[in-house]
C-alpha cells in the first residue's frame, strides 16, 4: 500500500507561480512511476505530467508543456509539479499518482495508476 499525500495548492493571480509535492509513505516509491492529474469542476479528470521512477523520463499534456515541470526526489520520497505562468484554465483539484513502472506514454491512462491521493484545490483568477 501506498499513501500519497498533496500539498502547496492554493489561490493565486494569472501568471504566477505554484509548486506542488507529493509525499509517499512507502521506502519502494523509487520503483513508482509517477503521474499528476487534475479535474475541473464539471469535466472529467485529466493527464497533466508524469515521470518515470529513475526521472530520466517525463510526460506532459500539451496544454502545460513548457509552463510545468514535474520532478522527483526519490530518497525524500516525493514527487513535484512546478507551476509557472498559471492560467485560470488551470484551476483544478490536483491529484498526484502512483504506478508500477512502464512506458511513459502510458502514463497518460489513470487506469494505469494504481495509488491516488486525495488532492490539493489550485485556483488562479484572472
Known amino acids: 500500500q501506498v499513501q500519497l499525500v498533496e500539498s502547496g495548492g492554493g489561490s493565486v493571480q494569472a501568471g504566477d507561480s505554484l509548486r506542488l509535492s507529493c509525499a509517499a509513505s512507502?521506502?519502494?516509491?523509487?520503483?513508482?512511476?509517477m503521474g499528476w492529474f487534475r479535474q475541473a469542476p464539471g469535466k472529467e479528470r485529466e493527464f497533466v505530467a508524469a515521470i518515470s521512477w529513475s526521472g530520466s523520463s517525463t510526460y506532459y499534456a500539451h496544454s502545460v508543456k513548457g509552463r510545468f515541470t514535474i520532478s522527483r526526489d526519490n530518497p525524500k520520497n516525493t514527487v513535484y509539479l512546478q507551476m509557472n505562468r498559471l492560467k485560470p484554465e488551470d484551476t483544478a483539484v490536483y491529484y498526484c499518482?502512483?504506478?508500477?513502472?512502464?512506458?511513459?506514454?502510458?502514463?497518460?491512462?489513470?487506469?494505469?495508476?494504481?495509488?491516488w491521493g486525495r488532492g490539493t484545490q489550485v485556483t488562479v483568477s484572472s
Open positions: 512507502r521506502r519502494a516509491f523509487s520503483y513508482y512511476d
Open positions: 499518482a502512483a504506478a508500477a513502472s512502464g512506458t511513459i506514454t502510458t502514463t497518460i491512462n489513470p487506469d494505469r495508476y494504481n495509488y
